[in-house]
């Protein structure tokens, strides 16, 4: 009986991913490619796109040389990359910008001019919340400051879209990759002309709107060759890491919702059809023809830790840093952080909002400040919970993944904030198992998306501590009361 693979490739914010699998979820092999950002200014990051896509080839070549496969026994690849990024593109097809990820906020001053102006209006449309890390907001910007880029331009793309016209010579995008452009209207899966108008871009300057499902033929030969795979093996197009985190994980039905903590992080549900906040709070972005994903992304995640760990200037490895913090009790003995160290996305939508220590006293000691920094990123994704639950009911299953999922201690500390089990994949590779299971899909090797709830290799259940969990009711009334008074003084 032959063997079958299938890869996942997962191109992040700070890595290129490339993931080996057998068809029930097991990780074969996994390879990771370091991606660096510029940042030329304060609030401007970048990034090389070339330099991504040669990543993304070496992390396939040596993700099946790891797993010790043949070429034919790899039978479909499927696509998982990071929101929001924007390269112009020339007629040849080569970048003349590099690419702005969904961290540049150099387009603050034209949020704030959208949000005052049509924000209600535009978000109503795309269930996008208006933020600097949008292209739409991006486009504004360039339009106004006479970008030479994006005069020139051509075409705008993403990174993901990017590598697929490098491989395939062909402009396509997935209906939830469009979606986080700010440019897309979930309702009718067609660009919105009005924003196409205020940016001044054309519909032929984006790409063809896409089903997750939709296979890329005709790889360039050269390309292939470096990568290892055979020519002909189907390559899928896939969707957005967020989607695919929620499909891999396996949060996927009613009353399920993902979690996903690394640098940045967030917190999402499928649903069926559009539901769009009225207060604006979080995101809609399509999945399929009929599905979407709700949510919303915080800027500081383990970057808020990184922050604290460099700042004490603690040698150790991240394990026994938290560590400290099972010493102290919850609520840090009274003192509360805001983990607004990068601005911040969902739940307040402000890039000019910074962080804060509130409650600090003589007697709190470096322990104390670790405890404070975790329950704070705790706290940040329950308020985005609460937003969630508006729209989508109370979660059931927590299902959680990322860098921090890592953390026995901050696990307990979810399963208490939000009162519920939480549930961790045995592999960290959420979003690439997601793309990985979308192409089998495609190819028609499995019957559907919901099949893959039995094939996610699943570690044991984190059960909420229920005194722990009155604790924190009490200690995140009074986050909240603080988060939502900070609010006004974020200008």
Known sequence: MSREFVIGLDVGTTSVKACVFNLHGKLIADVEKGITSIYPQQGWVEQNPDEIEQSAILAVREAIEKAAIEKNELISLGFSAAMHSLICINEEGRPISPALIWADGRSYKQADEVINTIGNKVYAKTGTPIHPMTPFIKLLWMKENDYTPYKNAKYFMSIKEYLLLCWFGERVIDYSMASATGLFNPSTHQWEPELLELTGVTENQLSE??????????????????????????IVIGAADGQLANLGNGAILPGEVAVSVGTSGAIRQVTKGVKISES??????????????????????????????????????????LSDAEQIAPGADGMLFLPYLNGERAPIWNQLAKGNFYGVSITHKKEHFIRAVLEGITFNLYQIGKALERLAGEPKKVYVNGGLARSPLWLQMMADVFDAEIYVSESHHSAAWGAAWTSLVAIHKVDSFEEIKKNIPMGKATIPNKENSEQYKKIYENYEILANDMVKYFK
């Open 280 to 321: 604006r709070e979080t995101f809609c972005y399509s999945f399929t023809e009929d599905s979407s994903i709700i949510g919303g992304p915080t800027n500081n995640g383990g970057i808020a830790i990184q922050w604290l760990k460099d700042l004490l200037n603690d040698q150790r490895s991240f394990t026994e840093f």
């Open 209 to 234: 709107i896409v089903p997750p499902t939709k296979i890329v033929k005709g790889i360039n030969r050269d390309k292939a060759e470096a990568m290892g795979i055979s020519a002909d093996m189907p």
